[in-house]
T-cell receptor
Framework: AQRVTQPEKLLSVFKGAPVELKCNYS??????LFWYVQYSRQRLQLLLRHISRESIKGFTADLNKGETSFHLKKPFAQEEDSAMYYCALSGSWGSQGNLIFGKGTKLSVKP | NAGVTQTPKFQVLKTGQSMTLQCAQDMNHEYMSWYRQDPGMGLRLIHY???????DQGEVPNGYNVSRSTTEDFPLRLLSAAPSQTSVYFC??????????????FGNGTRLTVT
C-alpha cells in the first residue's frame, strides 16, 4: 500500500539552527515525491519536488530510495519558515489522482 | 487571475441536510480535485476530475457526489450530511493530470461543521 509518514507533528527550532523535516514513504514502484507548505493564513502551495532537484527558499530534499525517505532540510532556519509542511507521494505513473499526503509537520522557528 | 475560488468559507449544517461546496478555477486547468483535512489525518482525496465530463473516486468518496460539466467548475455535493463529514475541505487544480508536469493549486478551504 502507498503510504507517507511524517513522524513529527511539531518541530521547534531556533532561528539560525539547521532544520530537518522527516518524510518516509512506502511504495513498491518509482515514486514521485513533493513537499507542500502552508504558511499562516495562506493557501497550501508546492514547495519543491524531487524530480526537479531544486532548492527553494533555501530548502532541499533528496530522495533516498534505500531508506525510502525524502527529508526536507535547510541549513539555517528563518522565522518566516514557520508553517505547516506536508510531504506527498504520487505513486501511480505520476498521477495527481493518486497523490497521497502525509499528516504534516508544524515547523516553529523561534527568534 | 483569482486562481482557485471556494465558497462558502464556513458552513454549519444539521445532520441530514444537503449542500454543495463550490469550487471554480480560472486557469483553464485540466485536473481538479477535492480533499478533506481532519485533525491528525493530513489531506485525503475525495473525488477528482481529469477533464469536463470525467470524474473518479479518491480515497474517501462515500457520502459525496461530484460532477464536472465545465472546465472551470467542480462542485462537491453532500446529499445527507453526517457529523463524520465535519472537516475542512480543499479544492485543488492543476494544468495536467500528470503530477510531474504541474503542481496543485489549492483554494482557501471551506470549514464545514455538521451538528
Amino acid at each position: 500500500a502507498q503510504r507517507v509518514t511524517q513522524p513529527e507533528k511539531l518541530l521547534s527550532v531556533f532561528k539560525g539552527a539547521p532544520v530537518e523535516l522527516k518524510c518516509n514513504y512506502s511504495y513498491s514502484g518509482s515514486p514521485e515525491l513533493f513537499w507542500y507548505v502552508q504558511y499562516s493564513r495562506q493557501r497550501l502551495q508546492l514547495l519543491l519536488r524531487h524530480i526537479s532537484r531544486e532548492s527553494i527558499k533555501g530548502f532541499t530534499a533528496d530522495l533516498n530510495k534505500g531508506e525510502t525517505s525524502f527529508h526536507l532540510k535547510k541549513p539555517f532556519a528563518q522565522e518566516e519558515d514557520s508553517a505547516m509542511y506536508y510531504c506527498a507521494l504520487s505513486g501511480s505513473w505520476g498521477s495527481q489522482g493518486n497523490l497521497i499526503f502525509g499528516k504534516g509537520t508544524k515547523l516553529s522557528v523561534k527568534p | 487571475n483569482a486562481g482557485v475560488t471556494q465558497t462558502p468559507k464556513f458552513q454549519v449544517l444539521k445532520t441530514g441536510q444537503s449542500m454543495t461546496l463550490q469550487c471554480a478555477q480560472d486557469m483553464n486547468h485540466e485536473y481538479m480535485s477535492w480533499y478533506r483535512q481532519d485533525p491528525g489525518m493530513g489531506l485525503r482525496l475525495i473525488h477528482y476530475s481529469v477533464g469536463a465530463g470525467i470524474t473518479d473516486q479518491g480515497e474517501v468518496p462515500n457520502g459525496y457526489n461530484v460532477s464536472r460539466s465545465t472546465t472551470e467548475d467542480f462542485p462537491l455535493r453532500l446529499l445527507s450530511a453526517a457529523p463524520s463529514q465535519t472537516s475542512v475541505y480543499f479544492c485543488a487544480s492543476s494544468y495536467s493530470y500528470r503530477s510531474y508536469n504541474s503542481p496543485l493549486h489549492f483554494g482557501n478551504g471551506t470549514r464545514l461543521t455538521v451538528t
